[in-house]
């Protein structure tokens, strides 16, 4: 069986202090979260950017050759 239980040494973030192991102050805290969440971001747009140059000249609105709309008939 598997359990999910509340981590005390992390507050539950997956983060502690390097030297110690002990959890870090609220406001050290919401400061790393904030840089991991941006770093995502940027590995998000990253691959966007990626994927949207992989795909080439497509849109990605659905448009087909000479900009007609293909609708299923």
């Not at 691959?47 to 609105?61: F, T, Y």
Request: aromatic share 6%; glycine share 14%.
């Amino acid at each position: 069986m598997f359990y999910q239980l509340r981590c005390d040494n992390c507050e539950a973030s997956g983060v502690v202090c390097k030297e110690t192991g002990e959890s870090l102050a609220m406001d050290d805290l919401v400061i790393q979260l904030r840089i991991r969440l941006k770093e995502r971001s940027q590995q998000l747009k990253s691959a966007h950017r990626q994927l949207a140059e992989l795909r080439g000249g497509e849109s990605g609105r659905g448009y087909g050759a000479g900009g007609s709309r293909y609708h299923g008939d």
